[in-house]
């Protein structure tokens, strides 16, 4: 069963968060059954960007335009405004100013027929600035939220302490749940996901501001 279950079990919980072991197929998953929603989304979704056959950037991409890369991936340019994580001669570079400026700044903020916020994914080294923190916790008290929360063990060690916090905060949370996809569970997860989407991406049930 998905991880989290709990008293209300029936109960479509506001916000739902995918976690799992890289390579089962989260963000696959959500991109497909979301697909003919996302014109109505704001937040953001992961791009691998390739060049030949070196990765070279993960590039933030308004969650609107997702379903435009069914494999999750795309050429490198340099030029793409979202990347948020670069590969290049001289490291990897993690860049918390684009998170910040780019998709805290603009891809986050409702413009106006947005009936859900995707976040695809949270939980890494953005963690590590206490303002991106609390402008990832804040999206919470907004709009309906679905995305991918980055497994504690795919997080990097000097991000651990701040993975652990933000979890926490968010398990203390009424309206979170938490799902473990898995192998033996894939049918479980869509289920719960398909009806989070009937009742908000639909426009068909709450939506807007929740303090």
């Not at 089962?24 to 691998?48: D, H, M, N, W």
């Not at 409702?110 to 080294?125: A, P």
Request: proline content about 3%; charged content about 30%.
């Amino acid at each position: 069963r998905p991880a989290d279950y709990g008293k209300g079990e029936q109960t479509v919980m506001r916000h739902i968060l995918l976690e799992g072991e890289r390579g089962i197929g989260k963000s696959r998953l959500l991109r497909e059954v979301l697909q003919e929603y996302l014109p109505y989304a704001c937040g953001f979704a992961t791009l691998r960007l390739w060049q030949g056959e070196k990765l070279r950037a993960f590039c933030h991409i308004p969650a609107s335009r997702w379903g435009e890369y069914p494999y999750g991936s795309a050429v490198y340019t340099g030029n793409e405004e979202g990347n948020i994580i670069l590969f290049d001669e001289a490291g990897t570079q993690w860049r918390q100013e684009v998170f910040r400026a780019y998709s805290g700044a603009k891809l986050l903020k409702r413009q106006g027929k947005e009936r859900y916020m995707v976040l695809d994914e949270i939980g890494g080294f953005e963690l590590q600035a206490p303002d991106l923190t609390g402008l990832l916790l804040a999206a919470f008290d907004s709009l309906p939220c679905i995305g991918v929360l980055k497994k504690e063990s795919n997080v990097r060690q000097e991000d651990q302490k701040a993975h652990a916090a933000f979890r926490a905060a968010l398990r203390k949370r009424r309206d979170v749940r938490i799902l473990e996809l898995r192998e033996d569970n894939t049918k479980a997860v869509r289920k719960e996901v398909l009806t989070w989407i009937h009742q908000y991406a639909k426009g068909e049930g709450e939506s807007g501001i929740r303090k």
